[in-house]
């Protein structure tokens, strides 16, 4: 059975760092493209970032760009969301989703499996 099951996340002060992960079991990630997701209270659930397949292509919303990188362990069946910079207005829950496609979306229709969200807090 595919499964995603994200974790990492927390409570952090503005300027501090998390990083969250996502663990892959059931399927071959390496044949996924991955992304990061994530939906405020009264808020629609928006894009963060993508990692494609192989990892060579890479995509960020303009609000974490410079601030978060993704990652990618297939061997390890995981996938990575360095959070630096926080900000209250990364407050959420984040979710990483699944799709078999070469190259990066940033629409959440476009992805097939998604793991529970882990919740991330930024609050002094």
């Known amino acids: 059975q595919l499964q995603l099951v994200e974790s990492g996340g927390g409570l952090v002060q503005p300027g501090r760092s998390l990083r969250l992960s996502c663990a892959a079991s059931g399927f071959t990630l390496a044949y996924y493209t991955i992304g990061w997701f994530r939906q405020a209270p009264g808020k629609e659930r928006e894009g963060v970032s993508c990692?494609?397949?192989?990892?060579?292509?890479?995509n960020y919303a303009d609000s974490v760009k410079g601030r978060f990188t993704i990652s990618r362990d297939n061997a390890k069946r995981a996938v990575y969301l360095q959070m630096n910079s926080l900000k209250p207005e990364d407050t959420a829950v984040y979710y990483c989703?699944?799709?078999?496609?070469?190259?990066?979306?940033?629409?959440?229709?476009?992805?097939?499996?998604w793991g529970q969200g882990t919740q991330v807090t930024v609050s002094s």
């Open positions: 989703a699944a799709v078999v496609r070469p190259r990066c979306s940033g629409s959440a229709a476009e992805y097939d499996y």
């Open positions: 990692i494609s397949m192989s990892g060579g292509s890479t």
